[in-house]
Nanobody, 127 residues
Framework: VQLQASGGGLVKAGDSLRLSCAAS????????AAWFRQAPGQDREFVAA????????NYADSVKGRFAISRDNAKNTVDLQMNDLNPGDTAQYYC?????????????????????WGQGTQVTVSS
């Protein structure tokens, strides 16, 4: 499956931003999906994941309560709604997907094992 992320930009602290990832090539409903981010000089960091049908989500502690992941399999998209952004959220954001047998659960580990990646979209939060 091919993934294409979009929606990044430059915002101020406290603002909101919505990222979207469009999938093509294979039925997106067969995949669990996730968002990761990588700031300059830092390792890639897990942000959020969602099961094939969207019934299960998982978040990094750093974004819990502020970010929301969702998907629309009819449109082959997975979105990341980001609220109350702060400069620490500045990073290149990547969407990812992995095959999943379960429709309800995210295959373990939820923050690893993704073998399909999109190009990143830059999010910059100014103070």
């Amino acid at each position: 499956v091919q993934l294409q992320a979009s929606g990044g930009g430059l915002v101020k602290a406290g603002d909101s931003l919505r990222l979207s990832c469009a999938a093509s090539g294979r039925p997106f409903g067969n995949y669990a999906a996730a968002w990761f981010r990588q700031a300059p000089g830092q390792d890639r960091e897990f942000v959020a994941a969602i099961s094939r049908v969207g019934s299960t989500t998982n978040y990094a502690d750093s974004v819990k309560g502020r970010f929301a992941i969702s998907r629309d399999n009819a449109k082959n998209t997975v979105d990341l709604q980001m609220n109350d952004l702060n400069p620490g959220d500045t990073a290149q954001y990547y969407c990812a997907a992995k095959n999943s047998f379960s429709t309800q659960r995210i295959p373990l580990p939820v923050n690893n094992g993704y073998n399909n990646w999109g190009q990143g979209t830059q999010v910059t939060v100014s103070s």
